[in-house]
């Protein structure tokens, strides 16, 4: 069959419309499909905090199960994330952002969990695949 189910387009449509991409095309046998994601207005940058001690210095935190990581390079943003430690977090919940030439990237939460602590602050340097939250 060289058609594209309805499933498969729900699909494509979610995953580009939660990228950071403005046109995505595919086809599949005869088939093609093409998506435009239309990006919203770029959102203020978030207020920048200075670094306590020297990003050389700062310790990065065990990646384990019990923590979201980030998958994006940039600055931490925590601005309308209303989270603290305490709550408790669902897979699919926006829990942080990481802003980067003017972009930001959320970072979704992979795992249920309750928040222990954050382990970086608004304004920190975050590396692809660090740690940002510890779950209890």
């Not at 770029?42 to 200075?50: E, G, N, T």
């Amino acid at each position: 069959m060289n058609s594209i189910s309805f499933d498969d387009v729900q699909r494509f449509v979610t995953l580009v419309s939660q990228s950071t991409l403005a046109e995505v095309e595919i086809s599949h046998g005869t088939s093609k499909l093409k998506a435009v994601n239309h990006l919203t207005t770029p959102q203020a940058p978030c207020a920048m905090a200075m670094p306590t001690t020297p990003s050389h210095e700062i310790p990065s935190p065990a990646i384990n199960q019990n923590t979201i990581v980030s998958k994006a390079v940039g600055v931490l943003c925590l601005d309308g994330i209303t989270l603290k430690a305490g709550d408790t977090v669902n897979v699919g919940d926006t829990v942080a952002g990481v802003l980067a030439l003017g972009v930001l990237t959320p970072i979704v939460a992979d795992k249920a969990g309750v928040i222990e602590s954050f382990l970086l602050n608004e304004g920190d340097k975050v590396e692809w695949g660090q740690a940002v939250i510890a779950l209890v």
